[in-house]
């Protein structure tokens, strides 16, 4: 079996499911202070939770989303130099900037996404740049290139060097994350540096609730786009799994409907969000604010929101309109509802207790998810189809790396595309990987040294 709970900042929900996906137990508690007590108090309500026979737990929450405090960073850009405009955390809020800190510097180096090298790497900059960072206290670094995602050379190297001049340091490298977007990939890997105390609080505390309760099955957290990733894979790369409780209700009440294409409205404490469900997958969207309001590079769910401050007497209205927005981008989806206020959403043949537990049961129900983004350049059509085969291969021993049974894991989606304001040859390759939980803790292909 699997168990899957939501933590959220009203009410915890656990859902017990069976090998066919049917719901074998649930438990509704309201939250607690602490994301631990939320899930003793959960799983002391679920029948069955201490039977020995919970294969692995999936555990979504915006209980905890954000820190007390950001971690700071050393964040080192390898690139030409630009604007002070331009520069690291240029765009940043002034709150995530002050935390993350004012360490950060430029060293010539990177390349064009064409591949060609804009200057050799500065390796003596990069060691001084270390040293200044450790003398300041701070051993988490976020290394950005331009043109990492053709060339990751730069930050590889780099990597290398920090790791020789700081040992114990933590390395974030943009390519392992982001897209072609410099500034964006950056602030990502900064996000992900900054985080990382946090996520390993998280995970431990969410870990010792279960081991607690009797609970052996590893822990695999919900990524924010759907899909899950290893305890230890989430302390590497926090910022995949940030914002996910909205992706696991909404294809959560797809799968709880067994409807491959559904419009689903979540309703939260704070604001009710709509999104949809085309082929059991859910409706992403490209770069904008992340946590703490900055801009990041990473896919996150398209979803149309309409605050609880806002509605007017009962909200039936604004609440058909959220819906109708959403149905003019899919139209023939079901309707749904998702969370514990689902009476707001006008559906009648649902099943209200299910729709309360739709992200305990999608983060159940879901599998290891990981994706390759790159940028190549090929000679031709052969050259091509070896550099999609390399991708590929990346995608598999990534989905491996975030805690995938190795005779599950497969590539679910593979596509190139030519890169249209670059010259002929350039390609964008995206590579999805899935697979089912392990059942034992994942590795993690991180850095830590």
């Known amino acids: 079996m699997r168990l899957?709970?939501?933590?959220g900042r009203v009410t915890t929900v656990a859902v017990l499911v069976g090998p066919d996906g049917q719901t074998m137990a649930r438990a509704v508690v309201d939250s607690v202070?602490?994301?631990?007590?939320?899930?003793?108090?959960?799983?002391?309500?679920?029948?069955?939770?201490?039977?020995?026979?919970?294969?692995?737990?999936?555990?979504?929450?915006?209980?905890?989303?954000?820190?007390?405090?950001?971690?700071?960073?050393?964040?080192l850009r390898i690139a030409p130099p630009s604007h002070p405009s331009l520069g690291p955390l240029a765009d940043w809020p002034a709150r995530a900037a002050r935390e993350v800190g004012p360490l950060h510097t430029v060293v010539p180096g990177g390349?064009?996404?064409?591949?060609?090298?804009?200057?050799?790497?500065?390796?003596?900059?990069?060691?001084?740049?270390?040293?200044?960072?450790?003398?300041?206290?701070?051993?988490?670094?976020?290394?950005?290139?331009?043109?990492?995602l053709t060339r990751p050379d730069p930050e590889l190297a780099a990597a290398e060097v920090i790791a020789e001049t700081v040992p114990g340091a933590e390395i974030t490298l943009s390519?392992?994350?982001?897209?072609?977007?410099l500034r964006e990939r950056e602030n990502t890997a900064v996000l992900n540096a900054a985080l990382r105390p946090w996520a390993a609080r998280l995970s431990d505390t969410a870990e010792r609730a279960l081991r607690v309760d009797g609970l052996q099955a590893p822990l695999y957290l919900a990524r924010n786009t759907g899909g899950l990733i290893s305890a230890?894979?989430?302390?590497?790369?926090?910022?995949?799994?940030?914002?996910?409780?909205?992706?696991?209700?909404?294809?959560?009440a797809a799968l709880a409907a067994g409807a491959d294409r559904a419009v689903v409205v979540d309703a939260g404490a704070a604001e009710l969000r709509c999104a949809s469900v085309t082929d059991g997958e859910v409706e992403s969207s490209d770069v904008g604010p992340?946590?703490?309001?900055?801009?990041?590079?990473?896919?996150?769910?398209?979803?149309?929101?309409?605050?609880?401050?806002?509605?007017?007497?009962?909200?039936?209205?604004?609440?058909?309109?959220?819906?109708?927005?959403?149905?003019?981008?899919?139209?023939?989806?079901v309707l749904l509802a998702a969370g514990g206020d689902c009476g707001l959403v006008p559906v009648r043949a649902q099943d209200p207790e299910a729709a309360i537990a739709a992200a305990g049961y999608g983060a159940a129900r879901s599998d290891i998810v990981a994706e390759v983004d790159q940028v190549v350049v090929a000679g031709g059509r052969g050259d091509l189809d070896r550099l999609l085969g390399l991708a590929r291969d990346q995608a598999l021993a990534r989905v491996l790396a975030a805690g995938a049974a190795p005779a599950t894991?497969?590539?679910?989606?593979?596509?190139h595309t030519p890169v249209s304001y670059l010259?002929?040859?350039?390609?964008?390759?995206?590579?999805?990987?899935?697979?089912?939980?392990?059942?034992?803790?994942?590795?993690?292909?991180?850095?830590?040294?």
Not at 4 to 7: K, P, Q, R, S, T
Not at 175 to 181: D, P, Q, T, V
């Open 4 to 7: 899957g709970v939501d933590v």
């Open 33 to 75: 202070p602490g994301l631990g007590e939320s899930l003793l108090a959960v799983l002391a309500e679920l029948p069955g939770a201490q039977t020995g026979e919970v294969d692995t737990v999936g555990l979504t929450t915006d209980l905890e989303r954000r820190p007390a405090r950001l971690r700071p960073v050393a964040a």
């Open 111 to 148: 390349a064009a996404l064409t591949g060609r090298q804009l200057a050799p790497l500065d390796r003596a900059a990069v060691a001084d740049f270390a040293r200044r960072a450790a003398d300041d206290g701070v051993t988490d670094f976020s290394v950005a290139a331009a043109g990492a």
């Open 175 to 181: 390519h392992e994350l982001g897209r072609s977007g």
């Open 232 to 252: 230890a894979y989430f302390r590497t790369y926090p910022v995949l799994a940030i914002a996910s409780t909205t992706a696991s209700a909404v294809r959560g």
């Open 290 to 333: 992340g946590l703490g309001g900055v801009d990041l590079d990473l896919d996150r769910i398209r979803t149309d929101v309409l605050p609880r401050a806002d509605l007017v007497g009962t909200g039936a209205e604004q609440v058909a309109d959220l819906v109708e927005r959403v149905r003019r981008r899919i139209p023939g989806g």
């Open 409 to 415: 894991a497969r590539v679910a989606f593979a596509a």
């Open 423 to 449: 010259p002929e040859g350039v390609h964008r390759l995206r590579v999805r990987a899935v697979g089912s939980p392990s059942g034992i803790p994942g590795m993690t292909s991180g850095r830590r040294t």
